[in-house]
């Protein structure tokens, strides 16, 4: 690997890392929301040097769209949303750090003492045909998987997202009034 | 020692990202742990790719991650919109109905 992409590497690495604990260190919620941008865009461009152009374009165009609509849900749900007033929303902080420091020793810990092996054989030089003939030949039951698995997550959302409408009342009569529910939340609301 | 140092980069996103989801009371700030996670898991699997074992299977470990990152995004805001909707709740210590 030549200098300019170690660097390059280096510094998205760094931008990266710097942008996952702005995620849990701003106020703002728009702050927030745009760091995690920055450090997924980062992971994006890390994929990209690594040699995958196509994966790396598309976390990035992926995650410039996912971090749009995250941010109107965040101004729609969140309490502070302009981080005009400090505020913690944190619970077992303490647990959380030491469980997530461990998990970090661990890892690095099984990375500086794992032999790696070498490498086999070179890399393809067209990394994309090399995706796309893998997604339409041997990895066709993973594309189709992948494929039912977004399916299933679009109805299943759409399903959970929207009002009962005709289905929180009993039977097919749509001018039937709606269930009285005394535990809430259910049929009838 | 370059792909020690991007796992060791993997590693840190992924626990930046797991004391997010343990931590964070918000369900939209818990998301943005997971997200974190995953991005740390496709940084391995990109250094996995380069370094180790440059085949096609390593990309649609990739494919399956970026995908893993889509379903949990759409779930996530789903079931956020269905609690609030149902209970106004947008918090998980306040939707704890099942807790032991």
Redesign the interface.
């Known amino acids: 690997?030549d200098t300019v992409r170690?660097a390059l590497?280096?510094g998205l690495?760094v931008l990266?890392?710097a942008g996952?604990?702005l995620?849990?260190t701003c106020d703002s919620m728009a702050r927030?929301t745009f760091a995690?941008l920055g450090?997924?865009c980062c992971?994006g461009g890390?994929?990209t040097v690594?040699?995958?152009p196509y994966?790396g374009v598309?976390?990035v165009l992926?995650m410039v769209m996912?971090m749009v609509?995250?941010a109107v849900?965040?101004i729609a749900?969140?309490m502070n949303p302009a981080g005009l007033m400090p505020m913690s929303?944190?619970?077992?902080?303490r647990?959380?750090?030491l469980?997530?420091?461990a998990?970090?020793a661990a890892?690095?810990a099984a990375?500086?003492l794992t032999p790696?092996?070498a490498?086999?054989?070179?890399?393809?030089p067209d990394?994309t045909f090399?995706?796309g003939?893998?997604?339409m030949g041997?990895?066709m039951l993973?594309m189709l998987v992948?494929g039912f698995?977004?399916l299933a997550?679009?109805v299943?959302?759409?399903v959970?997202?929207t009002?009962r409408g005709r289905y929180d009342r009993f039977g097919d009569d749509l001018g039937r009034r709606q269930a009285r529910d005394p535990a809430?939340?259910g049929v009838g609301? | 020692m370059t792909f020690e140092l991007v796992l060791v980069l993997a590693a840190g996103l992924f626990s930046i990202g797991l004391f997010g989801a343990l931590s964070q009371q918000s369900i939209v700030m818990i998301m943005m742990g997971i997200e974190l996670m995953i991005g740390g898991i496709i940084v391995a699997a990109a250094a996995f790719w380069h370094f180790l074992a440059p085949a096609a299977d390593g990309q649609v470990v990739i494919v399956g991650a970026v995908v893993a990152m889509a379903v949990e995004m759409a779930m996530g805001f789903a079931v956020t919109t269905a609690i609030y909707r149902a209970r106004q709740v947008d918090m998980t210590d306040m939707a704890e109905d099942l807790k032991g």
């Open positions: 690997m170690l590497l280096a690495g990266a890392l996952g604990v995620v849990f927030v995690l450090s997924l992971v890390v994929v690594l040699g995958l994966l598309a976390i992926m996912e609509i995250m849900f965040m749900y969140m929303m944190l619970h077992n902080k647990g959380s750090l469980v997530s420091g998990v970090f890892l690095v990375v500086l790696w092996p490498r086999t054989g070179p890399p393809p990394t090399q995706l003939k893998a997604l041997t990895q993973t992948l698995a977004l997550t679009m299943g959302a759409t959970l997202a009002h809430g939340g609301r």
